[in-house]
């Protein structure tokens, strides 16, 4: 499986962003996606998942109510809508993927096998 995540840029404190992540090379239908991010001098963490058949999804506290995921298998697309964008929420965001799993682990990027090669966000204050 091959990801590509695109829809970074640069944003204004309060504006929005819709980071999209194409699948290809082998259909992700049954598989979890996830979304993780990594600041400059800070750990890769988690940001929003959701189940292959969309039924869960699973935010960061910090993105509660700001950020949704979303998926179209018959496009093989994931999306992150991201609103009411902070300063903190600056980072390089990657699509990951897994065969699925039990959702209790979605939230665990260790149990991901797939990875894009990131997009940057920029949020200026």
């Known amino acids: 499986v091959q990801l590509q995540a695109s829809g970074g840029g640069s944003v204004q404190t309060g504006g929005s962003l819709r980071l999209s992540c194409a699948a290809s090379?082998?259909?992700?239908?049954?598989?979890?996606m996830g979304w993780f991010r990594r600041a400059p001098g800070k750990e890769r963490e988690f940001v929003a998942a959701?189940?292959?058949?969309?039924?869960?999804?699973n935010y960061a506290d910090s993105v509660k109510g700001r950020f949704t995921i979303s998926r179209d298998n018959a496009k093989s697309m994931v999306y992150l809508q991201m609103n009411s964008l902070k300063p903190e929420d600056a980072a390089v965001y990657y699509c990951?993927?897994?065969?699925?799993?039990?959702?209790?682990?979605?939230?665990?990027?260790?149990?991901?096998?797939?990875w894009g090669q990131g997009t940057q966000v920029t949020v200026s204050s």
């Open positions: 959701i189940s292959w058949n969309g039924a869960t999804t």
């Open positions: 990951a993927s897994r065969t699925k799993q039990s959702i209790s682990t979605l939230i665990m990027s260790d149990s991901y096998i797939y």
């Open positions: 090379g082998r259909t992700v239908s049954s598989h979890d």
